[in-house]
């Protein structure tokens, strides 16, 4: 998901590292082909990082605020219930070269849940009972709330680099007249 959302940016050109080895494996195999039908090496040598970009999902709180409501009245009745989870991601620069982190940014994404139910359960006679229920249930896909706290965690990295000279706009752009500006105004904001 981060080197997606890398990638989308526009601001880095991910390098494969994670299966380096496959990626080493593949170009010795090259190699050998150029060898064996006696053509030139012409493969280049592999790009080096000058930014390393590390962190991860810090947090998973379940259930951070839960409450719901209902009423019932001679067996008829209906009720409502949610829940709020919440994940927290965190990014950091790091400069290879020395190792120093260039800048840190830490999101956290809300999860909602929810639930409503109407019901009725009542004594039609003596020996009848009319029992019925109907829900609905929906929970925020936790897949799509990781990958916005992480899409967020890049745009304010992005924005804070640019604050602090770590990467530069184009020529003639002024950083209060881009969207970048809106994330240095406000505080890291819990989404």
Not at 71 to 92: C, W
Request: proline share 3%; glycine share 8%; no cysteine.
């Amino acid at each position: 998901m981060l080197t997606g959302a890398l990638a989308d940016s526009g601001w880095f050109i991910p390098l494969e590292r994670v299966g380096l080895q496959n990626l080493l494996t593949e170009r010795r195999i090259i190699r050998a082909e150029f060898e064996r039908f006696g053509q030139p090496d012409t493969l280049p040598s592999l790009r080096a990082a000058s930014v390393m970009l590390e962190g991860g999902i810090i947090a998973y709180e379940s259930n951070v605020r839960t409450g719901g409501a209902g009423a019932e009245y001679f067996g008829i009745g209906a009720s409502g219930q949610y829940q709020v989870d919440q994940v927290t991601v965190n990014l950091r620069a790091v400069e290879i070269s020395t190792g120093e982190v260039l800048a840190n940014v830490t999101t956290t994404k809300t999860i909602y849940s929810k639930e409503m139910r109407a019901g009725v359960y009542r004594f039609i006679d003596f020996r009848r009972l009319l029992e019925a229920e109907v829900g609905l249930t929906t929970n925020e896909p936790v897949q799509l709330a990781v990958m916005s706290a992480i899409e967020s965690a890049v745009i304010h990295l992005v924005a804070r680099g640019v604050e602090n000279n770590l990467w530069n706009l184009g020529n003639n752009v002024n950083l209060q007249d881009t969207i970048l500006a809106d994330y240095l105004d406000a505080p890291i904001p819990m989404l």
